[in-house]
């Protein structure tokens, strides 16, 4: 019963955050940001198993980026907390290698890509001389970068639709602060990131039913 009302609750939230609390009072615009994470939390704890490093990270990391959410307000503070969010995303969807060359071939685009946008953020960074962000801007898309990458490499279709979504999300958030304004740019972030924190918590449901499978079929599911 808890799985099946835990997405509506999200989607509920989320949506109630996004197109109906104001900016102001801070207190109340960080708190209901923060709701629907936990419950993503929630989401991603109904599907642990036992003796299994995946979820733990995937948890960890969702922890994290909970984390980024309400510290945002200090970006640099923020900023790090997702990094550190990211590096378990990547720790984990690691343990989920599961190569092709298809997939392999998905870092030339995101390489081209992040340097792209790299480029284009640390241009703007100097010509309004905020030159203090300038190495954290450089480590996060870096980070997230890398993180996409791991995404495809898991062959995880929630993990990589989660890593795609969370890349456009911060595209957009990052192209708005820094470079330039972005239409409807709040709804776009928030919407596209909630979904994509949501697809990592979900691959962990769908990693335990490909086991789960194999196991079926008298093969020794993978920890």
Not at 12 to 39: A, H, Q, R
Not at 185 to 205: D, E, H, K, V
Request: aromatic share 16%.
């Amino acid at each position: 019963m808890l799985m099946k009302c835990l997405p509506a609750a999200i989607l509920f939230t989320g949506l109630f955050y996004i197109f109906f609390i104001p900016e102001d009072p801070l207190i109340i615009k960080v708190l209901f940001k923060v709701i629907p994470m936990l419950l993503i939390l929630l989401y991603a704890c109904t599907n642990v198993g036992r003796r299994d490093r995946y979820p733990s990270l995937i948890l960890l990391g969702l922890f994290f980026c909970m984390l980024g959410d309400g510290l945002l307000i200090w970006f640099v503070i923020g900023l790090s907390a997702f990094l550190i969010g990211h590096l378990f995303y990547i720790s984990a969807f690691f343990r989920l290698w599961a190569f092709s060359w298809f997939r392999f071939a998905t870092i030339l685009p995101i390489s081209i890509y992040s340097t792209w946008i790299g480029r284009e953020i640390v241009r703007s960074l100097i010509e309004k001389g905020e030159h203090d962000l300038i190495i954290p801007v450089i480590c996060y898309v870096t980070v997230i970068s890398l993180m996409g990458w791991a995404a495809f490499m898991t062959g995880n279709t929630a993990a990589i639709i989660g890593g795609v979504l969370f890349m456009i999300s911060d595209s957009i958030l990052s192209w708005n602060k820094f470079i330039d304004d972005v239409a409807f740019s709040g709804p776009l972030i928030m919407l596209t990131y909630y979904a994509a924190q949501f697809c990592i918590a979900n691959s962990i449901r769908m990693k335990a039913s490909f086991h789960l499978s194999k196991g079926l079929q008298g093969e020794r599911p993978i920890q």
